[in-house]
């Protein structure tokens, strides 16, 4: 079906197509990502063109962003207000494990996904937060399952640091633009190594600005491995894993 020699685009393939974004910076000014409303819905009628049904904003919430959960409520709600298309969006964000972490955490001031029940995280990309572990076990513990961004981007990151953090309950949310080399080439055979063994749970686009990660999405460089992995990536990550997930919680934990 794929011939060997052929590499394909993101968008050739129509990954976007019937997909959920779990992971992007377009909740507008209050973090690296899209800088104003504008770009916001300029985003957003892009992902509703390519067919993105479901769209999951993460800001982010670390020592560098100290948002406060109500100001990115209140920032949601008006971009929500603003907004008419047909996109579903939901409120979320992307928790670095830093040092105010602990705070944000026991005063339970987080901005969960699924039905409350996960939360995505984050760490530095060249070290190991303190922790790292004992951190995540405790946000298990608290009955939430911890969702770790980009796992293929953590430089200090292998594959027995992956078979751990799996093994603990784990779940791991892949950066599509990862496979494109965007982040370089050891994220990208990170990436690939990940997804081919059925690693991810999630995917996401973590958009901060549309132009590049339109250029990425018009990267020729998957192969039909790839792409038949991230196919069925796809079939996985659909709303109803949350539900899958629900259940080994209620056993794991408790
Ligand atoms: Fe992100």
């Keep these: 079906m794929w011939p060997f020699s052929h590499h394909y685009s993101l968008d050739e393939i129509g990954f976007l197509n019937g997909s959920v974004d779990y ?3 377009i909740l507008p000014g209050v973090d690296d ?3 104003n409303l504008e770009k916001s819905l300029a985003a957003l009628s892009y992902f509703e063109e390519a067919g993105v ?3 999951w904003l993460t800001p982010h919430i670390m020592d560098d962003f100290p948002n406060s959960t109500h100001s990115l409520r209140q920032g949601y709600n008006k971009l929500r207000a603003a907004y008419n298309g047909s996109l579903i969006m939901h409120l979320a964000s992307e928790n670095m494990i830093d040092s105010t972490f602990e705070q944000r955490f026991s005063d339970d001031d987080l901005l969960t996904m699924g039905d409350g029940t996960h939360l995505l ?5 060249f070290n190991p937060p303190m922790h790292l572990y004992d951190t995540l076990d405790q946000i298990r513990s608290h009955g939430l399952f911890p969702v770790l961004a980009h796992p293929e981007r953590y430089f200090y990151m292998n594959v027995k640091d992956y078979d751990r953090l799996k093994d603990m309950g784990v779940q791991f949310q892949l950066s599509i633009m990862s496979l494109t080399g965007m982040y370089g080439e050891e994220a990208a055979v990170k990436a690939r190594h990940l997804l081919w063994e059925d690693k991810y749970d999630f995917y996401g686009s973590d958009l901060h600005r549309l132009s590049l990660f339109r250029k990425a999405l018009d990267a020729k460089v ?8 991230l196919q069925k990536l ?9 539900e899958t997930v629900h259940e080994s919680l209620a056993w794991n934990v408790g």
């Design 234 to 242: 796809k079939l996985k990550a659909h709303v109803e894993s949350f």
């Design 121 to 125: 995280v984050e760490t530095s990309y």
């Design 53 to 55: 049904t479901e769209v």
């Design 23 to 25: 992971h992007c910076h």
């Design 33 to 35: 990502g899209v800088r």
């Design 222 to 229: 998957l192969t039909g491995k790839d792409v038949n992995a």
